[in-house]
């Protein structure tokens, strides 16, 4: 029989696959001897079974064989616990929780108090000779049953709530009087049979049973489905049920629940970091509905435990190598460890936590590389708030707390929804709402910032923005949402839907109107782990970039050179694109020539100032790629002007419109082929580029000159293009008596290049693969419109992941794969990069090292994603 259940005592970390992160780590608690309370783990196995055969048959039931082994389990764990389900002197009730492979914190169902019923509640107030907590516990289950089990509304039950609050003239739950809380089970219960036609189950096997069930089915709700794909976590994986004797932080004043970090998630400091509630249970405090203690506090309200909780923390953070996020609570006077998990953290916190413990001596350089993810470092790159325009800024609030650094402005809006929506229709949002929750999780990844007016600093909006890398204020508690009214009240007025805001996540405060941003500065922490990764990297990483600002940003992130200068980009300023334009339009070769002469040295100067950047460092420049078309007119306006500028009829500019007009234009007229009718343009281009580089060797730099031929698909292609180019250079260099290194390459972006890169290898000196027309080419997505159903593709599951932002690697990546295997025999001194989006995707990094690609270049920002993602790949492949 396969074993769907394993005892916490018989598990292990090593088994997270099986048992899930929370079961994996339960277990190594508890053989590690922590004070865990009892439990067992059903498998993700078990879950994947449950939802194929649901699927297949619409048949809802556990299988036969696994409720045999739960009630073993359960036979067990009353021995072990030494207490039954319905035992009049030692009751057990039970948490049922979820746990996936993959951490992904309150995305999938939990039920607290499972075993409750209007029998027990009795024996547990008699027990606890405290019929208020007892009734407290009752009503927590009736709620998160109707709603995780049966998928009742939760707000039925919170208008219950309120209208007893409202009567009672008190704010929170905990201080509700055991009548109400009485009354408020009934009224629950009552629920129950309007809404759904039939009662809440008093039956224990019955709860347990539902309650594995919705929690297996809780992997495939819309939040978790989301948070799965914005996170690239596998749809396959499943996620475990943890069946846990309930601890009781809610029992009175020496009880609480809590969470801490044995770091600072936001800021990286080398210190507990936590907030706990008195008299709670552990969903309070992760809700954010009550703004909880620092757990500093607890060091006076209850020293023993807090030296206890400090011990045992500590422990965990040496045992895992990293920081550690715990979830506790306290039973009178006694500590239960819940939870362990590796923290989520900021981007700062990320970097410093990992040198910190380099230095510590805790882990190895290799470790704290592989601990930070690459794409967090754009937390540390981007922009903060400007000190100037601070000063100038209407502050609206210093009242938040700073849950998540960052500086966002935005538009405020009130729902996950109107963010999402708002956000695809590009516009810039603040997600403000009293509190989050986990249906919200669309709208936080659209938004630009979070702000809430309740909770902490471990509350859901806290934990999901810092693990989402979203700049986020919560327990902004002077302000206060009103849902209905789309109003949002601060200390200053009432501020509307639409209207702007900007929130500081490092500092908590939040202002009026927009805030002017300063590049960001990375400090120390940060330095320190580039330098280890630059050491430990194959791989070496290039920039994509051909203005001034975008090359000295990617140098500043100690890029190789530059991958790819876009010569298209330089023809948009007003005067280069009037004579561009002449060239196209003009009737003879000589007026043709002319507008090449003046355009010519319009890109010296340019590629002048290029090379004098790069210094001695290589700059591939692609010769002219797209149609011709996109310099062309289109509006009435532009063509009058257009006209004007060139001395001709609309008439004439509007046939040679229609001359130029192509049905598939990135199939069309562009790239090499323009070479092959039009051989003078990339004749100007490269003395372009040699004039540029001449002035700069006669500063005493030694430019290193690549010139790559885009859209190559045919040897003979190639073949006439580079002869013509290379005569060119030979004369010039011959006339001014110079040498400049220089070498000519090829941009491989059609998959019949692949097929022949062998021979291709033999006329160029370097391939570049161009991946998002080789991806555009290859699937037959056009990249402009694959917007209108790629993310159906990616929510129905047809996609895995979108193909133009991670390599392909079953097809595209094959391609490169075959390219390269051929390529290199004929042309052992070929070198080969990549120089498409995907150069800064840390996934397809990973598949560049893996084949051995010499270089990736990307965008200037992303050079130390990629920097950081080629040296985990190099540590990976050498382990």
């Known amino acids: 029989m396969q074993p769907f259940i394993y005892a916490f005592s018989e598990g292990n970390a090593k088994m997270r696959e099986t048992l899930g992160g929370k079961g994996a780590n339960l277990a190594e608690m508890t053989r590690l001897g922590f004070p865990v309370p009892k439990g067992f783990t059903i498998t993700t196995h078990a879950c994947l079974d449950y939802l194929s055969h649901l699927e297949e048959t619409g048949e809802d039931h556990l299988k036969s064989e696994l409720t045999e082994q739960i009630d073993k389990a359960i036979t067990h764990l009353e021995e072990t616990s030494h207490k039954k389900f319905s035992d009049s002197k030692n009751l057990l009730l039970v948490s049922v929780r979820s746990g996936a492979p993959e951490s992904m914190p309150g995305m999938m169902d939990t039920i607290l108090n499972a075993g409750l019923n209007d029998q027990n509640v009795n024996i547990l107030a008699k027990i606890t000779q405290d019929e208020r907590f ?18 009742m509304d939760s707000q039925l039950f919170e208008d219950i709530l309120k209208q007893e609050k409202t009567q009672a003239q008190v704010k929170f739950d905990y201080e509700l009087d055991l009548q109400a809380l009485k009354r408020i089970v009934e009224a629950f219960k009552e ?95 992760v809700a954010g509905i ?109 009242a938040g707390l700073a849950a998540s650094p960052g500086a966002a402005s935005g538009e405020i809006v009130f729902t996950a929804d109107q963010a999402k929506a708002w956000t695809e229709a590009g516009k810039k949002v603040i997600l403000v709402r009293n509190e989050t929750s986990p249906e919200d999780i669309e709208g936080m990844h659209a938004a630009a910032a979070i702000l809430t007016c309740h909770g902490g600093m471990t509350s859901h909006a806290a934990v999901v923005a810092r693990g989402m890398g979203k700049c986020c204020v919560s327990g902004c508690s002077d302000f206060s949402v009103n849902e209905k009214e789309k109003t949002l009240l601060t200390p200053q007025g009432i501020l509307h839907e639409g209207d702007l805001i900007s929130v500081d996540g490092s500092t908590g405060r939040v202002y009026l109107g927009q805030v002017a941003t300063t590049p960001a500065i990375a400090d120390e922490s940060y330095q320190t782990l580039m330098t280890w990764a630059k050491e430990k990297s194959r791989l070496t990483v290039r920039m994509n970039a051909e203005t001034p600002t975008d090359i000295q940003t990617g140098f500043k992130f100690e890029a190789k050179g530059i991958g790819l200068v876009r010569t298209e980009h330089m023809f948009f300023k007003p005067e280069r694109l009037r004579e561009i334009r002449r060239f196209i339009l003009s009737a003879s070769d000589e007026e043709r020539q002319q507008a090449l002469d003046t355009i010519r040295d319009y890109q010296a100067e340019d590629f002048e100032q290029i090379f004098k950047l790069c210094q001695n460092a290589p700059a591939v420049i692609r010769l002219l790629d797209p149609p011709l078309h996109e310099f062309l007119p289109h509006s009435d306006e532009e063509i009058q002007q257009v006209a004007t500028d060139q001395n001709i009829s609309t008439k004439e500019v509007r046939t040679r419109l229609h001359q ?7 199939l069309g007229h562009r790239g090499c082929r323009l070479a092959i009718t039009f051989p003078n343009l990339y004749d100007m281009q490269v003395e372009a580029i040699l004039k540029g580089a001449l002035v700069v060797k006669e500063k005493g730099l030694t430019p290193q000159v690549e010139i790559m031929i885009p859209l190559v698909g045919l040897k003979e292609e190639l073949h006439p293009i580079r002869t013509r180019l290379e005569l060119l250079i030979q004369n010039f260099l011959k006339q001014h008596q110079v040498t400049i290194p220089y070498i000519i390459g090829t941009m491989i972006e059609i998959p019949r290049a692949c097929f022949i890169s062998d021979q291709l290898a033999k006329e160029a000196d370097f391939f570049s693969f161009g ?69 800064g995707d840390p996934d397809s990094i990973a598949f560049f090292d893996e084949i051995g690609l010499d270089y990736v270049s990307c965008s200037p920002y992303r050079v130390p994603v990629a920097q950081l993602a080629a040296a985990q790949s190099a540590i990976r492949l050498a382990q």
Not at 346 to 359: R, S, Y
Not at 362 to 385: G, N, R, W
Not at 814 to 822: M, P
Request: glycine fraction near 6%.
């Open 134 to 151: 007892a009734y407290d516990c009752y009503r927590r289950l009736l709620q998160m049953y109707g709603n995780v089990v049966y998928e």
């Open 191 to 285: 629920l129950y049979l309007k809404e759904l036609g039939f009662p809440f189950p008093q039956e224990v096997k019955i709860q347990l049973t539902d309650a594995i069930k919705a929690v297996f089915k809780s992997w495939n709700n819309h939040r978790a489905k989301v948070y799965r794909r914005i996170n690239h976590i596998s749809d396959q994986l499943g996620t475990a049920v943890n069946i846990q004797e309930m601890v009781f932080g809610n029992s009175g004043t020496t009880s609480g629940t809590g969470v801490l970090f044995t770091r600072n998630p936001a800021t990286g400091e080398n210190k507990l970091f936590g907030e706990y509630l008195k008299n709670a249970q552990g969903e309070d405090v």
């Open 290 to 398: 009550r703004t909880p203690s620092v757990i500093e506090d607890l060091k006076t309200e209850m020293p023993e435990i807090y030296s206890q909780i400090h011990t045992l923390a500590h422990q965990l953070e040496s045992y895992y190598h990293n920081m550690q996020d715990i979830e506790f609570t306290i039973e009178k006077e006694k500590l239960f460890f819940l939870q362990t998990r590796n923290g989520k953290r900021t981007a700062k916190a990320a970097v410093k936590i990992a040198v910190d413990m380099v230095q510590e001596g805790l882990i190895s350089k290799e470790e704290a590389i592989l601990q930070v993810d690459p794409e967090m470092l754009h937390q540390l790159l981007h922009p903060t708030f400007a000190p100037q325009s601070l000063r100038e800024a209407t502050l609206l609030s210093a």
């Open 660 to 666: 130029l007009q192509e049905v598939n234009p990135m």
């Open 771 to 839: 991946t998002n027309d080789l991806t555009q080419m290859t699937f037959g997505f056009s990249r402009d419109d694959a917007g209108k159903f790629i993310n159906q593709y990616l929510e129905q599951g047809v996609l895995k992941r979108d193909p133009f932002q991670t390599l392909d690697k079953e097809g595209v990546g094959r391609l490169i794969q075959i390219a390269c295997e051929k390529a290199r025999p004929a042309n052992p001194n070929l070198k080969i990069g990549v120089c498409g989006e995907l150069g």
